[in-house]
């Protein structure tokens, strides 16, 4: 298995701009997570989905925040309009069942400037 | 709120030395605990996974072990190499699917 995929790998934008990531989770994985990663707070959950479905987003920053699973093989998080404060790594990662050990995509390094 | 913390931020010792990674938690009613590797610019790397009914688990020459009364968990790493330098996190699950993470231990190996 080619291990959680995620696109694209590095993304720069400017303030305002409209950034969508990319997820594709191991093959068989029935969760799937966001989560954001900065030197300051360090690994945050943003949201979980179960079976396609979003389970809980109470991670997501605001409004600007969305994200969607519209098949077992795919998901998006799009942020907009962008803003520098939203400069991080953003990972995907997916497990065979909520509870079950979390394997995690490479990272998308999103610098917003 | 679930509260993790990784002591000390970050180590060096020499190739051939055993490493001794300290994750401690405030909540000891966990699913299971989890181990990664992070490497610089790159994702993390799941290393073990401990159930919370479990004492340890191994993998070549890594042994985690799990104390759940006390919060604390050690990933021990033998014969060190270069190539075992790395961030080390220590996540914990306290509900059927959120991972607490600890800010990590950062490890230098020698030559």
């Known amino acids: 298995d080619a291990g959680v995929i995620q696109s694209p790998r590095h993304e720069v934008t400017e303030m305002g701009q409209e950034v969508t990531l990319r997820c594709k989770p191991i093959?068989?994985?029935?969760?799937l997570f966001w989560y954001r990663q900065t030197m300051m707070r360090g690994l945050e959950l943003l949201i979980y989905f179960n079976n396609n479905v979003p389970i809980d987003d109470s991670g997501m920053p605001e409004d600007r925040f969305s994200a969607k699973m519209p098949n077992a093989s795919f998901s998006t998080l799009k942020i907009q309009p962008s803003e520098p404060r939203d400069s991080a790594v953003y990972f995907c990662a997916s497990s065979g069942g909520p509870a079950g050990e979390q394997f995690f995509g490479p990272g998308t390094r999103l610098t917003v400037l | 709120k679930q509260e993790v913390t990784q002591i000390p931020a970050a180590l060096s010792v020499p190739e051939g030395e055993n490493l001794v990674l300290n994750c401690s938690f405030t909540d000891s009613a966990i699913y299971n605990l989890q181990w990664f590797r992070q490497d610089p610019g790159k994702g993390l790397t799941s290393l073990l996974l401990i159930q919370s009914s479990q004492r340890e688990q191994t993998s070549g020459r890594l042994n985690a072990s799990l104390d759940k009364s006390s919060g604390r968990s050690t990933l021990y790493i033998a014969a060190s190499q270069p190539g075992d330098s790395a961030t080390y996190l220590c996540a914990v699950k306290a509900n059927d699917y959120k991972l607490s993470f600890g800010a990590g231990t950062t490890v230098t190996v020698r030559a």
């Open positions: 093959s068989g994985h029935n969760s």
